[in-house]
């Protein structure tokens, strides 16, 4: 059984990285919108949808008890058909709230997110390292040629009508190849 690190190994402080790709991990504003304007073709490639478990590391953000089933949308964020970013946004099982945005197949999620919803509020985004010992570890290797031993992070809680969201944002090597 793989060993789930608690909601501390997340830091408000992000990793320290090469300049550009820290400059995209702190992007305070849509992900999304960042990539799409690094001058290639940008796309979302949806992964997994549908119902899935909560990890150790959501429980106290989404208010379920370990093992809880929930919803969640796996996607790959692509530069030129190369997966740059692999997320993974996760709610609970019912909730009318986040339902219907996450059902928008290969439309990114940052279109809502940050296109002036009145209702939606961002928390402060949370840093760290992906290792093997995080079950988001193999999403990441699936989707990255250069099988990286740690990869970047970021998360952040949205909340709408007062029930949660989280999204969490895994960045590939190969996105630097597109930075400026």
Do not use: K
């Amino acid at each position: 059984m793989r060993a789930m690190l608690p909601d501390t190994a997340w830091a408000a402080t992000p990793p320290s990285l090469p300049p550009a790709l820290s400059s995209c991990l702190t992007e305070p504003g849509s992900l999304t919108e960042r990539l799409m304007h690094c001058g290639h073709a940008f796309a979302v490639r949806v992964l997994a949808q549908g119902d899935d478990r909560v990890h150790a590391d959501e429980v106290e953000l989404l208010g379920l008890p370990a093992g809880a089933a929930l919803y969640a949308r796996h996607v790959a964020l692509t530069l030129d058909d190369t997966p740059v970013v692999v997320a993974r946004s996760v709610t609970r099982l019912a909730c009318p709230a986040w339902h219907p945005i996450l059902q928008r197949g290969s439309r990114s999620l940052g279109f809502t997110l940050f296109g002036g919803h009145a209702g939606i509020v961002r928390e402060p985004l949370a840093y760290r390292e992906i290792d093997a010992s995080h079950p988001l570890f193999a999403l990441a290797q699936a989707h990255d040629p250069a099988s990286a031993n740690l990869y970047p992070a970021r998360r952040s809680r949205f909340l709408l009508a007062n029930t949660p969201l989280i999204v969490c944002e895994l960045f590939l090597p190969a996105l630097e190849r597109f930075l400026p």
